[in-house]
């Protein structure tokens, strides 16, 4: 082979290892540059302007335009970093850096490059890198960390919700003490002439135990796990229960008006999703009005939703539905941002102030009951969430229980009557002296036991001599559902009332236990009382 057949020869492998470079180059998507450092020439390929929305030569290749790209934030490092290499510190230049588009958005780059050419002295000549576009691997990155913040921090919650609820149950049967004692001492004053200054004194007394009811209330709901229990709901109830401890926070600074409709209205929910929908809403209300003096209505009524009413989004079926309507007098929300309000992590609020995760589980509660949910807003003139949850039923408030009816004095129990005979087991001995007082003034024998096996052992020795059974769930010995069990197997048909400190103690246990009565710590005896007779009379002794 002659010499120009070689070079012919050689130049066509050159060629053809620039193709297959050339493709590579292109497939890979990273610019490549080449950066002639005495002569401050830079040479960059198409793909390097390409990544960045440009087209060849759009912008000139020099280190100046080079740099005006750069995100300010960034200037420092990156001339840091090839400093560091350029002087022989590391062996290969990585840097990470934020290059402007041609829109303006920033674009995450991995910068790695290598001198390669120096003179006699040392002094770098000539570096070739390429840069590449790391922006998913960076927003992966960011969300991950997120994730990871929000997962040590719902760690923290739930281990700091497992002690508040600790915490919170047993305070509740202290306060059912407090509570029994301030109902047996207005009992046994009332119809005297020192009744009048102490009867005040006791009515102050009863409004601090209520708000501390309410408050272990809110405790106990959100220090409950986040599995999913659908009971039926008072919506009524918890709408007024997030007022309350709204209204009870410092933090929480606007003026608050609720309006609930004469019926109650009953939804088939879990009743933690439904105070984190509502107190997140609500929360997000005040905020809107900060620096300016907030009015938040909190409006809640029954309405029948055509399917001309359902929005597309929405996984609503026509039928009847409770509406919660949230309206504020804040600032309003610009349509940049309305358009972004449902979405995870989207936050308007400072660094530390909010985390994005509030609508975002609003709106995933929502979706979850097939509701719907809407928004007005002007700007400077405040917002208004409309929520649309599938209604249950709604019972007019004649037919519940109103313990409040009550008389305030009892029928005298007298000794050759024959009243009904109750057994009540606590093992809190201060609630049984409370209980043992009050229920004869209501014209009730009682006998009460600490220890459930005690009570067991009388039950079993006289099965009949008992008309009810009014049980603690949570005791050392024995749960009350263990007691009820043991109870019925010597008398099958003796009712019961069963009353917990956990607020996730749904219906289908009670329907699966036969209870007759069912009631939440912390213990009011009127409410006991109003039970008792309510189960009395049905079993024809009323």
């Not at 087209?55 to 090839?82: C, F, G, R, Y």
């Not at 770098?124 to 890198?129: E, F, H, K, P, Y």
């Not at 509740?172 to 005297?192: C, M, P, R, V, W």
């Not at 769930?473 to 109870?487: F, H, R, S, Y």
Request: net charge negative; hydrophobic share 35%; proline share 3%.
């Amino acid at each position: 082979m002659s010499e120009s057949d070689e070079l012919r020869k050689r130049i066509a492998e050159l060629e053809a290892e620039n193709e297959r470079l050339k493709h590579a180059i292109n497939i890979a998507s990273d610019g490549i540059y080449d950066w002639q450092i005495t002569e401050n020439k830079l040479y960059l390929t198409g793909s390097w302007y390409k990544t960045l929305g440009y087209e060849n030569q759009e912008v000139s290749s020099s280190i100046e335009q080079w740099q005006s790209m750069l995100h300010p934030d960034d200037v420092e490092s990156t001339w840091k970093a090839l400093r560091a290499h350029i002087n022989g510190e590391v062996e290969i230049h990585e840097h990470e850096n934020r290059l402007r588009m041609k829109n303006g958005q920033y674009r995450w780059n991995l910068d790695r490059g290598k001198v390669v050419e120096r003179d006699e002295n040392g002094v770098a000549l000539r570096m070739v890198g390429i840069d590449k576009d790391i922006t998913r691997q960076k927003h992966s990155e960011e969300l991950n960390h997120q994730l990871a913040a929000q997962l040590m921090q719902a760690k923290k919650m739930e281990a700091l919700g497992a002690f508040a609820g600790g915490i919170a149950h047993e305070f509740n049967n202290l306060l059912g003490i407090a509570f029994g004692l301030a109902d047996l001492i207005t009992l046994k004053l009332e119809s005297t002439p020192s009744y009048g200054r102490v009867g005040e004194h006791l009515e102050k007394l009863e409004e601090v135990l209520e708000r501390g009811r309410l408050l272990v209330k809110q405790i106990l709901t959100f220090s409950r796990k986040q599995d999913e229990d659908r009971i039926e709901l008072d919506l009524n109830r918890i709408c007024e229960e997030v007022a309350h401890a709204l209204k009870m926070s410092k933090q929480f600074t606007s003026s608050l008006t609720l309006t609930l409709p004469e019926d109650i209205l009953v939804i088939h929910a879990d009743s933690t999703h439904i105070h984190q929908l509502l107190t997140n809403l609500l929360i997000n209300a005040d905020h809107a009005c900060k620096d300016r003096e907030g009015q938040i209505t909190f409006d809640v009524s029954a309405v029948e939703l055509t399917a001309q009413d359902i929005e597309s989004e929405w996984l609503a079926q026509p039928g009847m539905f409770a509406k919660v309507t949230i309206k504020d007098n804040g600032v309003g929300i610009v349509d940049k941002v309305l358009e972004h309000i449902y979405e995870p992590f989207f936050t308007t609020r400072a660094h530390g102030e909010g985390t994005g995760m509030g609508l975002a589980i609003v709106h995933g509660i929502i979706s979850r009951y097939q509701g719907g949910i809407s928004v007005k807003t002007r700007i400077n003139e405040g917002t208004e969430f409309n929520i649309y949850l599938p209604l249950y039923s709604k019972r007019s408030e004649d037919n519940m229980i109103r313990p409040e009816s009550l008389p305030s004095s009892g029928i005298p129990l007298e000794e050759n009557q024959d009243q009904p005979n109750v057994v009540f087991i606590d093992d809190e001995e201060v609630m049984l002296e409370v209980v043992k007082a009050t229920l004869p003034i209501f014209g009730l024998r009682v006998d009460t036991f600490s220890d459930p096996l005690e009570a067991l052992w009388e039950i079993g020795r006289e099965p009949d001599k008992y008309h009810i059974l009014v049980t603690d769930q949570a005791m050392p010995q024995l749960t009350g559902l263990q007691v009820i069990n043991e109870a019925r197997k010597h008398s099958p048909g003796l009712p019961v009332v069963l009353y917990t400190g956990l607020n996730d103690f749904d219906d289908k246990i009670g329907e699966s236990q036969q209870l007759q009565g069912f009631l939440l710590k912390p213990l009011r005896v009127n409410e006991l009382i109003a039970h008792i007779r309510a189960i009395l009379s049905k079993e024809g002794r009323g």
